[in-house]
């Protein structure tokens, strides 16, 4: 999938080692805004699922973003592991990841998509809110987490 000049993005797994690579990084970020309790990744199982989405964005063959899309429920999905390095950020490589993730999730017959941010991420909130995102009160893991913003978004 190639969305803008020279930033492809492509379907990868989550512990690929470029995977493994942004993972780390986007935890590193986390940890500088938020206590290690307030993380949510992606569970041993969802790694596991052959039905789990995962994308890396590339450009010019290095790896700097990815973002993941997993099953919630019949209908529903949930982005995960939403990530930019912070180099390449502003360019639109976020926005683009979250449209190839849509793409996927209207293929896979989901009608809504859910996700969680923090609170400390101005940046991410802003990015949800103009792709048509609205906050929801926070569901499952993220229900009693001081720092979760949950948003949702019907489909097309």
Sequence with gaps: MDYLQ??????DRSDSDDG???IQRLDEDLLQRYPAIAIHGLHPQDVADPNLT???????G???GCGALR??????????RMF???EFRGRGIARQILMALESTAQER????????TGTRQPEAIGLYRSAGYGEIPCFGEYAD????VCFEKRLP
């Design 6 to 11: 020279g930033i492809v993005i492509r379907f």
């Design 20 to 22: 493994r690579r942004l």
């Design 54 to 60: 995962f994308l890396v964005a590339s450009v010019d």
């Design 62 to 64: 290095q790896a700097v």
């Design 71 to 80: 099953y919630l429920e019949p209908g529903v999905g949930e982005v995960k």
């Design 84 to 86: 930019v390095l912070p």
């Design 109 to 116: 017959g989901y009608s809504t998509l859910r996700l969680e």
């Design 145 to 148: 987490d001081q720092f979760s």
